[in-house]
């Protein structure tokens, strides 16, 4: 009943955990490909052979490195069960996770796609209080989004106005999603990593939830592994590409919607992406973009003046090397300490 792909590469150490959490699902009619994106004949394949002897399970290799966003798609077109999800070969889904999803799809046949919240685990499958590290009181799942049916028109304004996933939003992480596969065939079940500042996964179901309902689970029984360093914490100047981000979606979203009311959250996430980026620009020394991305926040955004980064940046435009030192210095700071939040153990942490 439910295709599961895994895509695999190089984490041999931390693939079983993954296999056993699928063997573990309340709900048995599953099958699960993992394919291993390379060659294949290593330490990955000798780790999943130890599960091939359960009929369901299927160890497959490209052959040859396809990147990551062409190893799913390749996932996504193995099978033929009416629904598909796609595990990563270091998550860990809770038992239930498969039997709740396809329970919400048989009730609700319009819906393209069910996702839920998730946990973060950190390298040592230790659970991470986001919240707590966000300097944010820990909220049940449902106190964000309520669960049920969103149709396309109620669900993006939702999506931004609950800033799911801050500034990625909108996100849908794809370790929570079980797709009908009818409805990825008819949307196109590719991955596109063409657009190097999108998330190729949350794109595909953005481009779902464009055309059809879909439903939201008030639970948080996906666990997603938080490497460091990771693409996000490894790139220090990054303002540009969440303008791009956000602007490809609000054009997306018209596109398709037409007449639909964004809500005010859209402009402000584009305002803070320019005050981000005009920061990036200033730690590169380029004081003329920096002006320049300053500018577009307050006409992308008005309210953007009264954020606090706004006076600082400009003042390093005034004080000349000396603000850039010292815009420097603090973000410096800023970026060792959410590096120390994020990925200090809960048990270790200090209250």
Same mark, same amino acid.
């Given at each position: 009943?439910?295709?599961?792909?895994?895509?695999?590469?190089?984490?041999?150490?931390?693939?079983?955990? !993954?296999? %056993?959490?699928?063997?573990?699902? $309340?709900?048995?009619?599953?099958?699960?490909? @993992? #394919? /291993?994106?390379? =060659?294949? *004949?290593?330490?990955?394949?000798?780790?999943?052979?130890?599960?091939?002897?359960?009929?369901?399970?299927?160890?497959?290799?490209?052959?040859?490195?396809?990147?990551?966003?062409?190893?799913?798609?390749?996932?996504?077109?193995?099978?033929?069960?009416?629904?598909?999800?796609?595990?990563?070969?270091?998550?860990?889904?809770?038992?239930?996770?498969?039997?709740?999803?396809?329970?919400?799809?048989?009730?609700?046949?319009?819906?393209?796609?069910?996702?839920?919240?998730?946990?973060?685990?950190?390298?040592? !499958?230790? %659970?991470?209080?986001?919240?707590? $590290?966000?300097?944010?009181?820990?909220?049940? @799942? #449902? /106190?964000?989004? =309520?669960? *049920?049916?969103?149709?396309?028109?109620?669900?993006?304004?939702?999506?931004?106005?609950?800033?799911?996933?801050?500034?990625?939003?909108?996100?849908?992480?794809?370790?929570?999603?079980?797709?009908?596969?009818?409805?990825?065939?008819?949307?196109?079940?590719?991955?596109?990593?063409?657009?190097?500042?999108?998330?190729?996964?949350?794109?595909?179901?953005?481009?779902?939830?464009?055309?059809?309902?879909?439903?939201?689970?008030?639970?948080?029984?996906?666990?997603?592994?938080?490497?460091?360093?990771?693409?996000?914490?490894?790139?220090?100047?990054?303002?540009?590409?969440?303008?791009?981000?956000?602007?490809?979606?609000?054009?997306?979203?018209?596109?398709?919607?037409?007449?639909?009311?964004?809500?005010?959250?859209?402009?402000?996430?584009?305002?803070?992406?320019?005050?981000?980026?005009?920061?990036?620009?200033?730690?590169?020394?380029?004081?003329?973009?920096?002006?320049?991305?300053?500018?577009?926040?307050?006409?992308?955004?008005?309210?953007?003046?009264?954020?606090?980064?706004?006076?600082?940046?400009?003042?390093?435009?005034?004080?000349?090397?000396?603000?850039?030192?010292?815009?420097?210095?603090?973000?410096?700071?800023?970026?060792?300490?959410?590096?120390?939040?994020?990925?200090?153990?809960?048990?270790?942490?200090?209250?």
């Amino acid at each position: 009943m439910v295709d599961v792909g895994m895509p695999a590469f190089r984490r041999p150490e931390s693939i079983a955990g !993954a296999i %056993e959490s699928v063997l573990a699902q $309340t709900h048995t009619a599953w099958r699960l490909v @993992v #394919s /291993e994106n390379g =060659p294949g *004949g290593g330490a990955v394949e000798a780790a999943v052979r130890e599960y091939t002897g359960d009929p369901r399970i299927r160890y497959e290799a490209t052959g040859r490195n396809l990147g990551p966003a062409a190893n799913w798609t390749r996932l996504l077109r193995t099978g033929s069960a009416p629904y598909v999800t796609v595990l990563q070969d270091d998550d860990l889904w809770d038992p239930g996770f498969l039997a709740a999803r396809v329970s919400f799809l048989e009730r609700h046949p319009s819906c393209a796609f069910v996702f839920s919240g998730e946990r973060m685990l950190d390298g040592d !499958a230790r %659970e991470i209080a986001v919240e707590r $590290t966000r300097g944010l009181p820990e909220r049940d @799942v #449902s /106190e964000v989004l =309520p669960e *049920g049916v969103y149709q396309p028109e109620e669900f993006f304004p939702a999506m931004y106005r609950h800033r799911l996933g801050g500034i990625h939003t909108p996100s849908i992480s794809s370790g929570g999603v079980m797709s009908r596969r009818s409805a990825l065939e008819s949307e196109g079940s590719y991955f596109d990593d063409s657009k190097p500042f999108l998330y190729w996964d949350v794109e595909l179901y953005m481009r779902m939830a464009l055309r059809f309902p879909v439903g939201f689970l008030a639970l948080r029984d996906v666990a997603q592994r938080v490497h460091h360093p990771s693409i996000t914490t490894s790139t220090p100047y990054d303002g540009e590409r969440w303008i791009r981000y956000h602007d490809y979606y609000g054009g997306l979203i018209r596109r398709r919607l037409p007449g639909v009311k964004l809500p005010r959250e859209l402009k402000q996430l584009q305002g803070e992406a320019y005050i981000w980026a005009a920061l990036d620009g200033i730690e590169q020394g380029d004081r003329r973009k920096s002006a320049r991305y300053l500018a577009s926040a307050v006409r992308a955004y008005p309210p953007a003046l009264a954020n606090a980064r706004v006076p600082a940046a400009v003042f390093a435009l005034v004080a000349g090397d000396r603000g850039t030192r010292t815009i420097k210095r603090a973000r410096d700071r800023r970026r060792q300490r959410n590096e120390i939040l994020v990925y200090e153990r809960p048990d270790t942490r200090r209250a």
